[in-house]
């Protein structure tokens, strides 16, 4: 049972530090991703490099990881013509990006099961096991994203979900990963 | 096997070079475009993918080549692979998949 606001990681935790600059909005339909799925990493090129970003490397990471919490809230948005929304802040060496989409009980019940589990165990046992499960079955659903993210680069997440007033999507799912640049090397 | 966003050029039978973006929307279609690669480290050959052109490679396209070292290792088929350590994802992602199978070769230029 998913409670009515629901948190996981660095929701609730962050430091108010407010943004160099007016943060960046998006707002895309699922639908067309779905159609057009090179418009994900488009989309993470896009922000990625229409920010003050201080070297090519940092620039390539962040657009790995908008990429891949953008392609997660595709999967896992249920109606094709409720928008994902997408934010993206600079703050005091840090990169933000927020991605919202809405959903239903049996994937906002998956996302709250996979957070609970990546902020409960080890990553680094977590993220060979997984792999090597998706590895061994023919499951078309790899599960390593945001565990990848995780495990490769100097990223912290979070994921809130909220119940909302709509019957066929009654939550709301917004993950965000906290990069931090001063940690990402040339 | 060519697109707008990257390039599957065989060498030989045993070596295959990939340039570009790979972004794909899942594993298994990752899985078509490597059947060449899987058909022949299935039969315990060797084989060599050079992805030092490769910017990107999304978690799908990790777990896509996590099955093929997974066959590889069944077979106990020599598997090289050539990347770029300039490139961020193949700096931190391809190193640490040696930990699927330790005979795994990888070299970064």
């Known amino acids: 049972m998913i409670q009515s606001d629901t948190i996981h990681g660095i929701y609730g935790t962050e430091a108010a530090a407010p943004p160099k600059s007016q943060p960046m909005h998006l707002s895309m339909l699922p639908c067309d991703l779905k159609r057009h799925w090179g418009r994900c990493g488009i989309t993470a090129n896009f922000l990625a490099t229409s920010t003050e970003i201080p070297s090519p490397a940092a620039a390539s990471i962040i657009s790995t990881v908008i990429n891949e919490i953008l392609e997660n809230s595709v999967k896992y948005s249920a109606i094709d013509t409720k928008p994902i929304d997408v934010e993206l802040s600079i703050r005091n060496n840090t990169v933000e990006c927020e991605v919202k989409n809405w959903a239903r009980l049996e994937d906002a019940t998956i996302i709250d099961s996979y957070f609970k589990i990546i902020h409960d165990k080890d990553i680094e046992d977590l993220y060979f096991l997984q792999l090597e499960k998706t590895a061994t079955d023919s499951n078309n659903a790899s599960q390593i994203g945001l565990l990848g993210v995780m495990h490769d680069y100097p990223v912290t997440l979070g994921c809130r979900i909220q119940t909302t007033a709509d019957p066929i999507t009654p939550f709301q799912i917004s993950v965000k990963a906290k990069i931090y640049l001063n940690e990402v090397t040339p | ?109």
Do not use: C
């Open chain 2, 1 to 109: 096997m060519d697109n707008d966003d990257y390039k599957i050029h065989f060498d030989s039978p045993n070596k295959v070079i990939i340039s570009g973006v790979l972004r794909l929307q899942s594993p298994n279609i990752y899985d078509d475009l490597f059947a060449p690669i899987r058909d022949t480290i299935s039969q315990g050959q060797s084989m060599t993918m050079d992805i030092q052109n490769v910017s990107f490679l999304n978690s799908s396209g990790i777990t896509a080549l996590a099955r093929l070292i997974i066959v590889a290792r069944t077979h106990d088929a020599p598997f090289f692979i050539i990347g770029k350590e300039e490139i961020p994802w193949q700096k931190k992602s391809i190193v640490s998949l040696k930990r699927l199978w330790p005979k795994l070769e990888i070299t970064l230029t």
